[in-house]
C-alpha cells in the first residue's frame, strides 16, 4: 500500500508539465498553427526558470515568469515565420526543436548540473495529514493547484467567450472568419505567442519541481510526447488531463520500480512512456472513426488574397 501511495502522490510532478505543454499546444492549433517545436520550446524554459531562480534570489515566482518569458520570446519567432512570412509549419516546427536544443547548450553552461530547492510542497493543516487522501491530494506543490485553474479558464476562454470562438473559427475556416472580420494573422499570432508562453511555464515547471536541476537536454522527449498528448486529447482541454494522468503515471512508476529492485531490464522502463506514445497515436487512429477533431485549416497558411 505504501508504495502505490507514495507512487500516486508523486504522479502530478510528472504529469503537470505534460498538461501545461500541451494545453499550449491545443491553443496553437485550434487557430490552425501546427506547432512541432515544443521540445525546443520546454527546453529554453526550462534554462529561464532555473536562471531566473538562481540569478534572482531562489524566487520561485521569478523562475516561472521567466520561463513563460522565455517561451514567449522563442514562440515570437516561430509566429513570424509561419504566420508573416508563412514557412511550412513541419518544417519550421522541427528546425525549432534543434534551435531550442543548440541554444540552451551554447548558452546554459554556466547554469548546468546546479541543483536547488526549486518548488516545494504545501502543507494543508490537518488536511494533509489525513490518511492515503491527505497524501496524494493534499499534499503537493501550488502549481499542480494553479494547473487545474488555468486548464478551466483555458476551457472557458476557448468554448464560453467570444474570442475564443473567433480563434476555433480561425482554425477551422479563416476564409469565413476573414469574411467577418475576423483578423486572422492577428489571432494566430497572438495564439502561437501564448501557447508558446504555456509550454515555456511548463519547462520551467520541469526544471523547477520535476527535476530541480538544469541540464542538457533536459526535456527527453517530452514535448513529442505532449504533441500526442494533444490528438489523443482530440484538441480538448479537459482530455489533456486524463492523457497527462496517464503518461505521469508511467513517468513516475519507473523511478519506484528500479528504487525497488524489480528484475526489469532499466532500457525497457526508459522506453514505456514512448511505447505508451506509440499505443495512444495507434488507439486515437483505430478508435475515433468519426474523425479526430483537428482543426480543418491546421498547418495551412492563410494568404488573405487567396480568399474566395
Known sequence: MDFVVNWLASMPIFTVPLILAAVGLIINERAGVLNLGAEGILLCGSLAGAVAYLELGDSVALGLIGSVFAGVIVSSLFAILVVIFRTNQVVTGITLVFF???????????????????????????????????????????MVYVSIVLIYLIWRFLYRSNHGLKLRAVGENPQAADANGVNVEAYRFFSVIIGGGMVGLAGGYLAL?????????????????????????????????????????????????????????????????????????IYAAVRETGGQDAPTALGTPYVRQDRR
Open 100 to 142: 531550442g536544443s543548440g541554444l540552451t547548450g551554447l548558452i546554459g553552461t554556466p547554469w548546468t548540473d546546479i541543483a536547488f530547492r526549486g518548488i516545494t510542497q504545501i502543507q494543508i493543516p490537518w488536511l494533509s495529514d489525513i490518511p492515503i487522501i491527505g497524501k496524494i491530494f493534499l499534499n503537493q506543490d501550488p
Open 209 to 281: 519541481a520535476s527535476a530541480k536541476i538544469f541540464v542538457y537536454d533536459m526535456t527527453q522527449g517530452r514535448g513529442w510526447i505532449a504533441i500526442a498528448l494533444v490528438i489523443f486529447a482530440r484538441w480538448r482541454p479537459w482530455r489533456v488531463v486524463l492523457g497527462g494522468v496517464l503518461f505521469g503515471s508511467i513517468e513516475a512508476l519507473i523511478p519506484r520500480v528500479m528504487a525497488a529492485g524489480f528484475p526489469i531490464p532499466q532500457y525497457f522502463l526508459q522506453m514505456t512512456p514512448y511505447l505508451a506514445t506509440l499505443i495512444v497515436l
